[in-house]
């Protein structure tokens, strides 16, 4: 059971220390469609290339939504359970600040789910 708390408190404090020091990113609602873009340029696809590519693209996505639509509430319930375990750890002041931090990162996954036009 120590190593995991411990595990688990290397990842708060790593997650928390990379939060510090790197700055956040605003989030950029151009990067799929640039990055298909450069694929396009890159490999100089031809029209019915792009199409299918960009076909493809799509239907992976969907793919993906189903299957993490599956997914989601098992992640979700580990996600919380490490909360809870960590939280159990800080003293009233760190579960404050980690409560801060949640509530600042969920923030920030709204706003991207948004630029993107997805539903959460």
């Known amino acids: ?3 995991l708390g411990a595990f688990l408190m290397g990842g708060a404090v790593g997650f928390a220390a990379e939060r510090v020091v790197t ?3 605003a989030p950029r609602v151009t990067d799929e469609r640039a990055m298909l873009d450069e694929l396009h340029r890159e490999l100089a696809l031809n029209t019915d290339q792009r199409q299918l590519v960009d076909s493809v693209w ?3 996505k969907g793919r993906s939504r189903e299957i993490m639509r599956i997914v989601r509430p098992a992640l979700d319930s580990l996600r919380d359970s490490a909360r809870v375990l960590m939280m159990n750890t800080f003293d009233s002041t760190q579960v404050a600040g980690f409560r801060r931090l949640l509530e600042r990162n969920q923030r920030v996954a709204d706003s991207t789910a948004r630029a993107r036009g997805e539903v959460r």
């Open 1 to 3: 059971m120590f190593l």
């Open 23 to 25: 700055p956040p990113s």
């Open 58 to 60: 799509e239907w992976r």
